[in-house]
């Protein structure tokens, strides 16, 4: 069985799923009414404990969970496995609380993780016996070493998950760069030598149609460019995030301004952004929709980019321009708005839009300090 036992710990990955599974597979083993098992947390006490034997409607009636005092902390304090044959009768227990039922036999071992005790397992009322015999307490030693290696596994599993999830927003951002770059360097320069030509054919002639022809082809390269640029300011990556984020949110105001040709002026007050530091990849996102929203659709010629805290206790993001504005009562949230409201509200917070026909437009995302 115990061989079973650490094939079916290895095949877990989830700690929580292991933490089930070793006291399923404890009280099995040992043949023990109730199981307990103590997670420890990082002041060396009880900080979560998972029962089986014990119903809800017990455990409600019990209160609160243990903590780590009497013969559960005697475990926590000295990692070697303990049994005892009437654990009331030891004069280290402090005796149970009301509605409590009653436990004698008692089983304890430390399950340790990376070289550290991670819990302790709680075992009691041994069936069909008075007490809990040597065999029982060389079992447990065996499982918990098997839980403490799935559980470092498990960890690790966790570690690596995050690390190839960082790995690949990495590639992902880089392979944007490089896209970005490419068409700045490549595509906008050769339009630009087309735009050149065309303008040079068009003062070269005497034909005012044809001049004219080659005018309005000059006009329509000078809005792609215009719209290529807007779509590389979307595709640069929000590796500004990992920099202060006033810095990261005037540098990114500063390639708006250049990429879209709308003045565009960051305020950011640096106690509020450093309210919301552990946020910086989230605002600054937040951010660059919004600078991508005017861009794209307000004609603007001057843009502002806020950061403050408001009088409520709470940061608004604001985005503001001075262009053609729109109806709100009658225009839908496009693809930009809606995942802008998205992340606002990922971030538990608001999106409030202020704008009107002719007189420009106003996003204040407020988020929660």
Same mark, same amino acid.
């Given at each position: ?35 307990? $098992?103590? +997670? =420890?947390?990082?002041?060396? @006490? *009880? &900080?979560?404990?998972?029962?089986? /034997? %014990?119903?809800?409607?017990?455990? !409600? ?108 927003? $990495?590639? +992902? =951002?880089?392979?944007?760069? @490089? *896209? &970005?770059?490419?068409?700045?360097? /490549? %595509?906008?320069?050769?339009?630009? !030598? ?110 502002? +980019? ?64």
């Amino acid at each position: 069985m115990l061989i079973e036992s650490g094939l079916t710990l290895a095949a877990e990955i989830e700690i929580d799923a292991i933490l089930e599974r070793i006291l399923e597979l404890a009280t099995r083993i040992t043949g023990a009414r109730y199981g307990a $098992l103590g +997670v =420890l947390g990082d002041d060396r @006490r *009880i &900080a979560r404990f998972i029962t089986v /034997g %014990v119903t809800a409607e017990q455990r !409600a009636a019990i209160g609160d969970p243990p903590t780590g005092g009497g013969i559960l902390g005697v475990l926590i304090h000295d990692a070697h496995p303990l049994r005892l044959d009437d654990l009331s009768q030891d004069p280290r227990s402090v005796g149970f609380p009301p509605n409590h039922p009653p436990m004698r036999s008692f089983l304890g071992a430390p399950v340790k993780a990376r070289g550290t005790v991670f819990g302790n397992l709680y075992l009691t009322e041994k069936q069909g016996a008075d007490a809990f015999d040597a065999d029982d307490e060389a079992a447990i030693e065996v499982l918990a070493t098997q839980a403490g290696v799935a559980i470092e596994n498990a960890r690790l599993y966790e570690e690596m998950a995050v690390a190839e999830g960082e790995l690949r927003r $990495l590639e +992902v =951002l880089e392979e944007r760069e @490089r *896209i &970005a770059k490419e068409l700045h360097d /490549g %595509v906008i320069q050769a339009l630009f !030598a087309v735009v050149m030509a065309l303008q040079g054919a068009a003062s070269g002639t005497n034909d005012p149609v044809l001049a004219r022809r080659l005018e309005d082809a000059t006009d329509d390269i000078d809005r792609t460019i215009r719209d290529l640029r807007n779509y590389i300011f979307g595709l640069r990556p929000g590796i500004l995030a990992d920099r202060q984020l006033d810095q990261a949110i005037r540098e990114l105001c500063a390639d708006f301004e250049r990429d879209s040709g709308v003045v565009t002026v960051a305020d950011v007050d640096p106690h509020a952004a450093a309210a919301l530091a552990s946020r910086a990849g989230d605002v600054i996102q937040i951010v660059r929709a919004s600078l991508a929203n005017v861009g794209r659709h307000a004609q603007a010629t001057t843009c502002r +980019v806020s950061v403050r805290t408001d009088p409520g206790g709470t940061i608004g993001v604001v985005v503001d321009d001075d262009g053609v504005g729109f109806d709100t009562a009658a225009r839908t949230d496009g693809m930009g708005l809606a995942n802008l409201r998205a992340r606002a509200e990922a971030l538990r917070g608001t999106v409030t839009i202020d704008a009107a026909l002719g007189d420009g437009s106003t996003v204040t995302v407020t988020l929660p300090a």
